[in-house]
């Protein structure tokens, strides 16, 4: 606009179009930039400064990045997965004692003239035994009150997992007849005992008598000489040499079999021909009172005392008087209560029971007192002695 000429209205506009065109670039750029829109950088207007604006992320991208954490992630759950249940499955060379719940006595119990609902607070306890898994043998404290023993402590000389199963349930069928007789003579009432033969609770493998003799059998023979006991057993093998076959009797399910069986020496008397079998004395009862027990599954001999203890409260005396009575311990026919095993165990589920006695053998004691904290555990020697602990306590 020439000097001393005053503006006129469209001096004005173009003037300001341009001051206002020279505001929207940056002052740091130049204002021809001869850059493509893709190489250009984008640029935000702001109250205070132009900012830079951020390339969006490439999100295919960041998807697949995700998916590849995710698969690793999987992977690995499913190995650990996998690892557990072959863990679980997977047998060990170990056994694994667990504690089973206490029962009570009196519905396993039948004695002919029994009130309905009249029942004892007496009970019997017994414990889970199986092979243990893997898992279980590294990890033993996944079970509370768990014990692990090596197989060859439970199953000696390689028996088999059924032949010390079928020995146990033979322990409980004679614990309960030596229970019925011990509280019926207790009781005043007499009972017929007849020496019967030697009865075989363990044959050894690879022995001669492996195949031939079985878990069970009531030997009453031997070369012609009539066995009434274990003591008659060893005196009919007194003339017999390593290496003969000696011919034997024996009854199994009732029913007489005939067998020739051969010897060998004895590992630690090289003299002395045996067959290869443990034995125990048997003998046959004739009770006064038809008393029946009935324990299922259940094995071994360590439910003596307890039986023995509920047919005294049933037919006699009043044993428990209101109280929860736990008790274990195998029984003799003299009344002598012996030791058993599992009373770790035992002595956790007598406490789940809430016992307010649990009487074992003098030889558990320390074990069962020392397993729970706050049980009243009380060491018997024999049956006799339980009565009257009870009886005071």
Not at 15 to 23: A, G, N, Q, V
Not at 73 to 83: C, D, E, R, S, W
């Amino acid at each position: 606009m020439p000097p001393g000429r005053a503006g006129g209205p469209e001096d004005c506009v173009l003037s300001r179009t341009r001051s206002l065109r020279l505001r929207t670039l940056p002052a740091s750029l130049p204002r021809n930039d001869h850059r493509t829109p893709a190489t250009r950088p984008h640029y935000v207007r702001s109250s205070k400064k132009f900012l830079k604006r951020r390339p969006a992320p490439n999100s295919e991208a960041t998807i697949a990045l995700v998916r590849r954490r995710l698969a690793i992630l999987i992977g690995l759950v499913l190995v650990v997965v996998v690892a557990v249940l072959a863990l679980t499955w997977i047998p060990s060379d170990h056994y694994i004692i667990l504690p089973d719940k206490a029962r009570p006595t009196d519905p396993l119990v039948a004695i002919p003239g029994e009130e309905p609902g009249d029942n004892s607070r007496i009970y019997m306890v017994d414990v889970k035994v199986g092979r243990a898994s893997l898992l279980e043998r590294l990890f033993p404290g996944i079970h509370d009150g768990a014990t692990l023993i090596p197989e060859r402590v439970l199953n000696p000389e390689g028996v088999s997992d059924q032949e010390r199963r079928r020995s146990s349930l033979n322990d409980m069928t004679r614990s309960q007849k030596i229970a019925i007789t011990v509280a019926l003579k207790q009781l005043g009432r007499r009972v017929e005992i007849t020496p019967s033969g030697a009865e075989v609770v363990l044959v050894q493998p690879g022995s001669p008598a492996d195949g031939k003799l079985e878990v069970g059998d009531l030997i009453v023979e031997v070369n012609g000489k009539a066995v009434k006991g274990t003591d008659e057993l060893r005196a009919a093998f007194a003339d017999v040499e390593p290496g003969d076959r000696v011919e034997m009797t024996v009854e199994r399910e009732g029913k007489p079999v005939e067998l020739t069986v051969g010897t060998r020496a004895l590992e630690s008397e090289q003299g002395r021909a045996v067959v290869g079998v443990q034995v125990q004395d048997a003998e046959s009862f004739e009770f006064p009172v038809d008393i029946e027990i009935d324990a299922g599954g259940i094995g071994g001999p360590s439910a003596g005392l307890a039986f023995a203890l509920d047919i005294v409260d049933e037919l006699g005396e009043d044993i428990d008087r209101g109280r929860t009575i736990v008790a274990t311990g195998e029984l003799a026919l003299d009344g002598t209560v012996s030791p058993i095993g599992g009373v770790k165990q035992k002595a956790i589920a007598a406490e789940r029971a809430g016992a307010d006695f649990f009487l074992v053998p003098d030889g558990n004691f320390e074990e069962a007192q020392g397993a729970v904290e706050g049980l009243d555990v009380v060491a018997v020697s024999d049956f006799d002695e339980a009565l009257s602990t009870l009886a005071t306590g």
